[in-house]
């Protein structure tokens, strides 16, 4: 090492080369080049505050790229739908901020969770997001730290998150709705959406309001489903994401609906009932979809 080149430690004793960080003295060894070594792979550690890990140790960072491999691959095998994947997403991005990545899952303590309640508490627009979306949150956290203890993949013991990520009660969640206007949609004005519809979104609105059928139940509908339904007058439909049953007995005007669907649909090699303009099922696009954007604009007008 040339003389005028600046050491990145210090010589203590004239035999241990340091380095004081946040004000505490940290000792690397006596050989200079296995020190300056030492020192930076520890570094992100104790600039952080935390105790260096034995090396192989499995942290935040190997535990958030584990459990998003794990769900995009029950997203590819259709056992999880991509807008949870989203969310999960989501969480795994707070859960890097609030606790640093490099941190091994074995010092994890009751403060990082604590701070991490804090975090899946904020919003990006508003402060503080509802107690139902914290629970969201809140539930999705708990399902990445059990995914860690689970057949002692990261960890063979519980980690100390009971109490910060418990959730909000159920009484709280009482007091905010009663702080909450009423979102309550007269039947004139559900007729005065239907009248205003296209025979599409007609149909689409009628499934929603006739069976409770939700956008992604009425996304995924498909073609021979809607003309036994039509045949019979009732719409027998497994949800695709529960496989539960349902057995829905058809008003009039929702048959006569979905008839007019059937009739214009395109020919398409695509199943479901109901495409998008580009021909694409509306089950392939993004949350914030199609149908709720037509739903709010029909309702505004």
Request: glycine share 6%; aromatic share 8%; with cysteine.
């Amino acid at each position: 090492m040339s003389g005028n080149k600046k050491r990145v430690l210090t010589l203590k004793g004239g035999k241990y080369w340091v380095k004081k960080i946040n004000g505490k003295i940290h000792h690397f060894g006596t050989d200079y080049d296995e020190s300056v070594k030492k020192y930076l792979s520890e570094k992100p550690y104790l600039d952080a505050g935390l105790t260096s890990p034995d090396k192989g140790a499995k942290t935040i960072k190997d535990l958030l790229n584990s459990f998003l491999s794990d769900r995009m691959e029950k997203v590819s095998n259709g056992q999880l739908v991509k807008r949870t994947y989203d969310d999960y997403q989501e969480v795994c991005d707070i859960i890097a901020k609030a606790i640093n990545k490099n941190t091994a899952i074995e010092f994890l303590a009751v403060e990082h969770f604590d701070k991490l309640r804090v975090e899946l508490g904020k919003g990006k627009i508003q402060k503080t997001i509802s107690p139902k979306k914290l629970n969201q949150r809140l539930g999705y956290a708990r399902s990445i730290f059990n995914y860690a203890t689970t057949d002692n993949r990261f960890i063979d013991r519980q980690l100390p998150c009971k109490s910060a990520l418990q959730c909000v009660s159920k009484r709280e969640l009482r007091r905010y709705q009663s702080t909450r206007p009423k979102r309550l949609i007269t039947a004139l004005e559900l007729n005065s959406v239907i009248e205003r519809s296209s025979p599409k979104y007609k149909t689409i609105f009628l499934l929603a309001i006739n069976g409770g059928m939700n956008n992604s139940d009425v996304s995924k509908l498909s073609v021979d489903e809607a003309e036994k339904a039509i045949e019979s007058g009732v719409l027998e439909y497994a949800r695709r994401k529960t496989f539960v049953e349902r057995v829905i007995p058809l008003w009039p005007e929702t048959v006569d609906s979905m008839k007019t669907t059937v009739a214009d649909r395109m020919n398409s090699p695509e199943p479901n009932l109901l495409l998008s303009k580009n021909g694409r099922p509306y089950s392939a696009y993004k949350r914030g979809d199609m149908m709720s954007q037509e739903f709010y604009n029909k309702l505004k007008a």
